[in-house]
């Protein structure tokens, strides 16, 4: 019973002991009830009901993900880049949870790590080759010989509904030398539900030329570069040393309406997450005046549940699965082969909430619903 359907049954009970209505009334008032209660119902529920609409723009080489018509995210194929990207992801507000650069960069911003862009899944240490780190940044005599990429191949299906709607696209791993390594087959339901907006990402890698190892590194998998406002706020510069030996600064830069912190599912918070094991990881903090929560949870079918995590203050937000060495200080090390002709699979949700911070309730509930999923 809504409001306004409570104060009208109590408006009209109290005329009727006054001026006792007569039978008419009576028959009526029941009637006048169901249908103040009956439109209220309906309001809710039309409220909740949105359309989650796949638009693919084979000129610009993208899918756009629309809610309402308004922008929730693009899974990116274009020929130009090392792998396919959903770039940007937006709040249910419109506001880029994503980083800009290197593709459409915003004032204030980080200008590093370019192979950091939107949110992808790939790896650093694929039978040798560096998947992760591809960039245009990387001399082309090196990326000839060392690196790895993911060729889009084709859209297999698209389907648009009410409160989701669903991608599947296949795409190839290919050594540097234009060898397939693994063939990937990716399904991806993009769900809206009121200010929520969540992603679910389903990948199936099968080796088809001979076995595949995912030799144990940091970096990796299924990551996000995030806005400048969510990272967590700086305490000077540092350098980060890739796989490779390879250095990386990280500029001292002013924390003006900088407010990200991380809390994962096992209490642990801040910087300190960085090579600990959870089942979800919240990253929260403020963009102008919304308050935003970005949540990557792990499945309980995936290797290594629950996973490492490779999230840094910076505004690198992943999951990984295979550092174990790296992030155990060698007490421990996963190299993990996939048999030709085997496969495995990852399955990730990313939950994004505006306006409002999510409590561990509120995503240990997202989370459990996830974890029945997808098996």
Request: glycine share 8%; hydrophobic share 35%; proline share 4%.
């Amino acid at each position: 019973m809504n409001f306004f359907a409570c104060q009208f049954f109590l408006i009209i009970n109290k005329f009727y002991r006054i001026m006792k209505l007569n039978s008419i009334t009576l028959i009526l008032l029941p009637v006048l009830f169901c249908i103040s209660c009956g439109s209220g119902s309906q309001g809710d529920k039309s409220k909740n009901n949105q359309k989650v609409e796949l638009i693919n723009d084979t000129t610009d080489q993208k899918v756009d993900v629309m809610v309402d018509s308004k922008l929730f995210t693009s899974y990116c194929y274009s020929d130009s880049l090392m792998k396919q990207i959903l770039y940007p992801v937006l709040t249910a507000a419109g506001t880029p949870v994503t980083r800009g650069w290197p593709i459409k960069p915003r004032s204030g911003e980080r200008a590093d790590h370019p192979h950091q862009r939107g949110l992808w899944l790939n790896y650093g240490d694929v039978n040798g080759y560096d998947f992760w780190g591809n960039s245009y940044q990387i001399p082309p005599e090196v990326r000839k010989v060392h690196d790895g990429r993911i060729r889009f191949q084709k859209i297999d299906k698209i389907s648009s509904g009410d409160g989701e709607g669903t991608l599947v696209a296949t795409a190839n791993w290919d050594d540097p030398f234009g060898k397939e390594l693994l063939a990937e087959k990716t399904t991806y339901h993009f769900i809206a539900k009121d200010s929520l907006r969540i992603i679910d990402r389903i990948t199936t890698l099968t080796a088809t030329n001979g076995p595949v190892t995912m030799n144990d590194t940091k970096e990796g998998m299924f990551g996000i570069r995030v806005a400048r406002q969510l990272e967590l706020p700086s305490k000077g510069s540092a350098t980060f040393i890739d796989a490779e030996g390879n250095a990386t600064k990280v500029a001292q830069m002013s924390n003006e309406g900088v407010s990200g912190n991380y809390r994962s599912s096992e209490g642990i918070t801040g910087d300190s997450v960085w090579s600990t094991r959870a089942k979800w990881m919240d990253l929260y903090g403020k963009i102008g005046s919304e308050d935003i929560s970005l949540v990557i949870c792990d499945h309980p079918k995936n290797v290594s549940y629950p996973t490492y995590w490779h999230a840094r203050g910076y505004g690198l937000f992943a999951a990984n699965p295979f550092g174990a060495k790296d992030f155990t200080n060698g007490k421990e090390e996963l190299n993990y082969t996939i048999p030709t002709g085997q496969s495995i699979t990852f399955r990730y949700r990313v939950i994004i909430s505006s306006g409002h911070h999510l409590t561990d309730d509120e995503i240990n509930a997202l989370d459990n619903d996830f974890a029945k999923k997808y098996e």
